[in-house]
Protein backbone atom coordinates (compact mmCIF):
# COMPACT_ATOMS: atom_id res chain seq x y z
CA UNK A 1 0.00 0.00 0.00
CA UNK A 2 0.70 3.50 -0.68
CA UNK A 3 2.31 6.15 2.34
CA UNK A 4 -0.18 9.37 1.74
CA UNK A 5 1.61 12.43 3.33
CA UNK A 6 -0.43 14.78 4.85
CA UNK A 7 1.03 18.65 5.97
CA UNK A 8 0.48 20.31 7.98
CA UNK A 9 -1.17 18.01 10.05
CA UNK A 10 -3.05 20.85 12.28
CA UNK A 11 -2.99 24.33 12.65
CA UNK A 12 -4.61 27.38 13.97
CA UNK A 13 -5.46 30.24 11.98
CA UNK A 14 -6.75 33.53 11.74
CA UNK A 15 -9.86 34.56 9.78
CA UNK A 16 -9.06 36.13 6.54
CA UNK A 17 -6.06 34.46 6.25
CA UNK A 18 -5.19 31.31 3.67
CA UNK A 19 -3.87 28.01 4.27
CA UNK A 20 -2.33 25.80 1.78
CA UNK A 21 -2.51 21.78 2.51
CA UNK A 22 0.16 19.52 0.25
CA UNK A 23 -0.80 15.99 0.00
CA UNK A 24 2.46 13.54 -1.25
CA UNK A 25 1.90 10.13 -2.15
CA UNK A 26 4.95 8.11 -2.71
CA UNK A 27 3.41 5.80 -5.18
CA UNK A 28 2.11 6.45 -8.51
CA UNK A 29 -1.85 7.11 -8.92
CA UNK A 30 -4.67 7.63 -10.93
CA UNK A 31 -6.51 10.43 -9.31
CA UNK A 32 -6.73 12.01 -6.20
CA UNK A 33 -9.61 13.57 -4.44
CA UNK A 34 -9.95 16.12 -1.67
CA UNK A 35 -12.50 15.84 1.35
CA UNK A 36 -14.05 18.08 4.43
CA UNK A 37 -14.95 16.36 7.38
CA UNK A 38 -16.62 18.90 9.55
CA UNK A 39 -16.73 17.41 13.48
CA UNK A 40 -18.55 14.82 14.12
CA UNK A 41 -19.76 14.75 10.55
CA UNK A 42 -19.22 12.26 7.38
CA UNK A 43 -16.83 12.81 4.41
CA UNK A 44 -17.86 15.35 1.65
CA UNK A 45 -16.01 15.29 -1.45
CA UNK A 46 -14.94 19.22 -2.21
CA UNK A 47 -13.41 18.34 -5.87
CA UNK A 48 -11.66 15.99 -7.85
CA UNK A 49 -7.68 16.91 -8.69
CA UNK A 50 -6.83 16.56 -12.51
CA UNK A 51 -3.16 15.92 -13.11
CA UNK A 52 -2.38 19.39 -15.06
CA UNK A 53 -5.44 20.79 -15.63
CA UNK A 54 -8.17 22.74 -13.28
CA UNK A 55 -10.00 20.39 -10.87
CA UNK A 56 -13.52 19.42 -10.57
CA UNK A 57 -15.48 20.74 -7.80
CA UNK A 58 -18.67 19.28 -6.54
CA UNK A 59 -21.91 21.27 -6.09
CA UNK A 60 -21.18 24.07 -3.28
CA UNK A 61 -17.69 23.91 -3.64
CA UNK A 62 -16.34 27.09 -5.89
CA UNK A 63 -12.44 27.47 -6.97
CA UNK A 64 -12.16 30.87 -5.42
CA UNK A 65 -12.43 29.37 -2.53
CA UNK A 66 -10.77 26.06 -2.39
CA UNK A 67 -7.67 26.24 -5.26
CA UNK A 68 -6.46 23.23 -5.88
CA UNK A 69 -3.32 22.15 -7.75
CA UNK A 70 -2.01 19.21 -8.93
CA UNK A 71 1.72 19.69 -10.88
CA UNK A 72 1.91 15.77 -11.03
CA UNK A 73 0.72 12.06 -10.42
CA UNK A 74 2.16 12.19 -6.99
CA UNK A 75 1.59 15.68 -5.26
CA UNK A 76 -1.70 17.83 -4.89
CA UNK A 77 -1.91 20.81 -2.66
CA UNK A 78 -5.51 22.74 -1.47
CA UNK A 79 -5.83 26.07 -0.46
CA UNK A 80 -8.57 27.42 2.06
CA UNK A 81 -8.82 30.81 0.73
CA UNK A 82 -10.08 33.87 2.78
CA UNK A 83 -10.96 31.19 6.14
CA UNK A 84 -13.94 31.86 8.90
CA UNK A 85 -14.66 30.19 11.53
CA UNK A 86 -17.00 27.94 9.35
CA UNK A 87 -14.04 26.59 7.52
CA UNK A 88 -12.86 25.37 11.04
CA UNK A 89 -12.76 21.33 9.96
CA UNK A 90 -10.61 18.25 9.03
CA UNK A 91 -9.53 18.28 5.36
CA UNK A 92 -8.53 15.11 3.96
CA UNK A 93 -6.73 13.83 0.47
CA UNK A 94 -7.46 10.45 -1.31
CA UNK A 95 -6.36 8.42 -3.59
CA UNK A 96 -6.70 6.01 -6.16
CA UNK A 97 -3.69 3.78 -6.58
CA UNK A 98 -2.42 2.95 -10.93
CA UNK A 99 -4.00 -0.43 -12.02
CA UNK A 100 -6.85 -0.53 -9.33
CA UNK A 101 -9.89 0.95 -11.68
CA UNK A 102 -10.93 3.62 -10.13
CA UNK A 103 -11.12 2.39 -6.70
CA UNK A 104 -10.63 1.69 -3.84
CA UNK A 105 -9.75 5.16 -2.03
CA UNK A 106 -7.13 5.64 0.32
CA UNK A 107 -7.10 8.43 3.14
CA UNK A 108 -4.31 10.45 4.35
CA UNK A 109 -4.02 11.41 8.09
CA UNK A 110 -5.90 14.19 7.47
CA UNK A 111 -5.38 18.35 7.99
CA UNK A 112 -7.50 19.07 11.45
CA UNK A 113 -7.88 23.11 11.20
CA UNK A 114 -9.60 25.62 13.35
CA UNK A 115 -10.02 29.15 12.32
CA UNK A 116 -10.37 31.78 15.30
CA UNK B 1 -26.42 11.82 -7.19
CA UNK B 2 -26.19 9.44 -5.29
CA UNK B 3 -27.24 9.26 -1.82
CA UNK B 4 -26.38 6.82 0.81
CA UNK B 5 -28.30 6.20 3.65
CA UNK B 6 -26.86 4.17 6.81
CA UNK B 7 -28.27 3.07 10.06
CA UNK B 8 -28.24 2.70 12.93
CA UNK B 9 -26.13 5.87 13.95
CA UNK B 10 -25.12 4.83 17.21
CA UNK B 11 -24.79 1.49 18.16
CA UNK B 12 -23.54 -0.28 21.61
CA UNK B 13 -22.87 -3.82 21.54
CA UNK B 14 -21.18 -6.50 24.11
CA UNK B 15 -17.66 -7.60 23.86
CA UNK B 16 -18.41 -10.89 22.28
CA UNK B 17 -21.94 -10.48 20.70
CA UNK B 18 -22.21 -9.45 16.50
CA UNK B 19 -22.57 -5.54 14.77
CA UNK B 20 -24.63 -5.31 12.23
CA UNK B 21 -24.76 -1.71 10.40
CA UNK B 22 -27.31 -1.34 7.47
CA UNK B 23 -26.69 1.20 4.54
CA UNK B 24 -29.48 1.91 1.57
CA UNK B 25 -28.12 3.47 -2.27
CA UNK B 26 -30.37 5.30 -4.48
CA UNK B 27 -28.23 4.82 -7.72
CA UNK B 28 -28.74 1.91 -9.24
CA UNK B 29 -25.75 2.19 -11.48
CA UNK B 30 -23.65 1.87 -8.39
CA UNK B 31 -20.97 -1.20 -8.66
CA UNK B 32 -19.24 -0.61 -5.65
CA UNK B 33 -19.37 -0.48 -2.15
CA UNK B 34 -16.61 -0.01 0.52
CA UNK B 35 -16.56 0.37 4.35
CA UNK B 36 -14.05 2.32 6.42
CA UNK B 37 -13.33 2.13 10.17
CA UNK B 38 -12.20 5.63 11.62
CA UNK B 39 -11.20 5.66 15.28
CA UNK B 40 -11.41 9.04 17.15
CA UNK B 41 -8.59 11.22 15.09
CA UNK B 42 -7.16 9.32 12.67
CA UNK B 43 -7.60 8.51 9.10
CA UNK B 44 -10.44 6.65 7.85
CA UNK B 45 -9.52 3.26 6.93
CA UNK B 46 -10.84 0.77 4.65
CA UNK B 47 -11.44 -2.76 6.13
CA UNK B 48 -13.63 -4.65 3.13
CA UNK B 49 -15.44 -3.93 0.10
CA UNK B 50 -17.51 -5.57 -2.59
CA UNK B 51 -18.16 -4.68 -5.93
CA UNK B 52 -21.77 -5.84 -7.86
CA UNK B 53 -20.85 -9.02 -8.79
CA UNK B 54 -20.72 -10.31 -5.82
CA UNK B 55 -23.35 -11.02 -2.85
CA UNK B 56 -21.40 -11.80 -0.08
CA UNK B 57 -17.47 -11.09 0.95
CA UNK B 58 -15.77 -12.21 4.17
CA UNK B 59 -12.54 -11.17 5.80
CA UNK B 60 -11.92 -13.11 9.19
CA UNK B 61 -14.52 -11.50 12.15
CA UNK B 62 -15.94 -8.81 9.24
CA UNK B 63 -18.08 -9.73 6.71
CA UNK B 64 -20.15 -7.14 4.13
CA UNK B 65 -23.21 -8.67 1.96
CA UNK B 66 -24.98 -7.01 -0.87
CA UNK B 67 -28.40 -6.79 -2.26
CA UNK B 68 -28.89 -5.26 -5.37
CA UNK B 69 -32.45 -5.73 -6.31
CA UNK B 70 -33.14 -4.10 -3.08
CA UNK B 71 -30.33 -1.62 -3.14
CA UNK B 72 -29.03 -2.18 0.49
CA UNK B 73 -25.71 -3.82 1.53
CA UNK B 74 -24.72 -4.98 5.36
CA UNK B 75 -21.50 -4.60 7.58
CA UNK B 76 -21.26 -7.50 9.81
CA UNK B 77 -19.01 -7.86 12.47
CA UNK B 78 -18.95 -10.90 14.27
CA UNK B 79 -16.94 -11.71 17.55
CA UNK B 80 -16.33 -8.15 18.60
CA UNK B 81 -14.07 -6.61 20.42
CA UNK B 82 -12.53 -3.49 22.25
CA UNK B 83 -10.97 -2.67 19.40
CA UNK B 84 -13.78 -2.48 17.25
CA UNK B 85 -14.98 0.92 18.79
CA UNK B 86 -14.43 3.25 16.22
CA UNK B 87 -17.23 5.25 13.80
CA UNK B 88 -17.61 3.02 10.62
CA UNK B 89 -18.91 4.77 6.83
CA UNK B 90 -20.29 3.15 4.43
CA UNK B 91 -20.13 4.18 0.65
CA UNK B 92 -21.79 3.73 -3.02
CA UNK B 93 -19.22 4.52 -5.65
CA UNK B 94 -20.85 7.29 -8.16
CA UNK B 95 -19.01 6.82 -11.47
CA UNK B 96 -15.27 7.61 -10.47
CA UNK B 97 -16.67 9.44 -7.06
CA UNK B 98 -17.53 7.98 -3.68
CA UNK B 99 -20.44 9.02 -1.72
CA UNK B 100 -20.68 8.23 2.09
CA UNK B 101 -23.10 7.49 4.49
CA UNK B 102 -23.54 9.62 7.56
CA UNK B 103 -21.31 7.10 9.50
CA UNK B 104 -22.57 4.30 12.55
CA UNK B 105 -20.69 5.18 15.82
CA UNK B 106 -19.90 1.60 17.54
CA UNK B 107 -18.92 1.20 21.23
CA UNK B 108 -17.94 -2.24 22.68
CA UNK B 109 -18.94 -3.06 26.46
CA UNK B 110 -16.15 -5.17 27.93
Known amino acids: SAVISQKPSRDICQRGTSLTIQCQVD?????MFWYRQQPGQSLTLIAT?????????ESGFVIDKFPISRPNLTFSTLTVSNMSPEDSSIYLC?????????????FGDGTRLSIL | GENVEQHPSTLSVQEGDSAVIKCTYS??????FPWYKQELGKRPQLIID?????GEKKDQRIAVTLNKTAKHFSLHITETQPEDSAVYFC?????????FGAGTTVTVRA
Open chain 2, 50 to 54: IRSNV
Open chain 1, 27 to 31: SQVTM
Open chain 2, 91 to 99: AANNDYKLS
Open chain 1, 94 to 106: SVVLVGRDNQPQH
Open chain 2, 27 to 32: DSASNY
Open chain 1, 49 to 57: ANQGSEATY
